[in-house]
């Protein structure tokens, strides 16, 4: 049966995000139009199937058509698909609240919802400026981030971000942050480990706070990965100093775990492998299994405290139309469900094993620089000058039934939680043979 020609009509009536819409029109950029999915695997109109070995942008945990997530959403939507969050609330709201605060060991007792990373960000930002506001210290109202910091697109998290693509064009409409150095663990020295590389860092962060936590808000970071500014990987001692360091300075913690939460650094939280809570926990991605777009920033009671008065503007006076939307929340409990049911983690910790393995033949690749690997994210920089190493590789992987996008030079592995061998061996041969065709 013939179909219409989806690719053609999106170029002229859609405007693609994160993309120079002229290297579709010039073919240097394949369109591909998706007609289904089912685990790991997108099938294009005409059968072509491709494994998404970056879960759709991070997002996805369980697979494409997830029978469990699917029927949660299909039965919540019969009830109520949506209502206003101000002055009424529902079930899925309520209970998603509830484990959310369970899972972070009952300090981060406060969820308040959006729909995107960036807004959960926003909020973030703006709770932590307005905090210190109720307590008389309205002067604290900058924040500090770390180098090649990523959390998002809006104006607020680009003044809060270092990706100079993304951000340069709009520099003078930001505010910008202070930025310290980042605890990249590629940065050790002959005989440093990555935790030497952290108290480096940790000791920067502290010259920053002693002169400056006086106008300091906020401390945001990217927990134990950050993501969009090249999966750079550090040590977990980092953010056991920088909480310390922190409470010390009187500055809020924001960890921005929109890509490393839900399992992706091994543990359910990144932050855990500090053995620390934050201030303000932003979630996202992972948090409906990347089924619709749900936010949440998780705060203290003594935040939260702050807020509660009898004078209405001491209040978070913050809204976004589709605030904690059912459907939303359902498939959220239905993801956490699974993790809870499944055994999840462990069973990553066993997958990440042999695929750390079958990617050898990659990390040893003579153009290959520091291979690294943290739970489910694996990633490693190539050598290249070639300025179009990054669309090659793309197309090079595609061809080969493999969807991967290569941030700069930096190729990573970021694949949904339910590849089995066959999958996981043939994404890692697949991957090293696009790398030899891109080079050559
Ligand atoms: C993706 C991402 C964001 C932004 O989320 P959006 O939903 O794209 O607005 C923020 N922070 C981090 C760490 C991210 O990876």
Redesign the pocket.
Known sequence: MPHPDWTHRSRTALWHPCTQMKQHDAGDLPLIAIACGQGPWLYDFAGRRYLDAISSW?VNLFGHANPRINAAIKEQLDRLEHVILAGFTHAPVVELSERLAVLTGGTLGHCFYAS???SA?EIALKMSFHTWRNQGQPEKNRFLCLAGS????TLG?LSVGDVALYKDAYAPLLRQAETVPSPDARQAQPGESAADVARRAAMALENHLAEHHDSIAALIV?PLVQ??GGMIMYDPEYLRLARMICDRYQVHLIC?E??VGFGRTGTLFAHEQAGIRPDFLCL??GLTGGYLPLSVVLTTDPIYATFYDDAVIRGFLHSHSYTGNPLACRAALATLAIFAEDAVLERNRRFAERFTALLQPLANHPQARHFRHTGMIWAVDIATADPDFRLRFYREALTRDVLLRPLGTTIYFMPPYVLNDDEAALLAERAVAALQAALA
């Open positions: 991070w995107d990373g960036s960000v990523y959390h998002g697109e998290t990217e993501g969009a921005d929109i890509m996202s991605k």
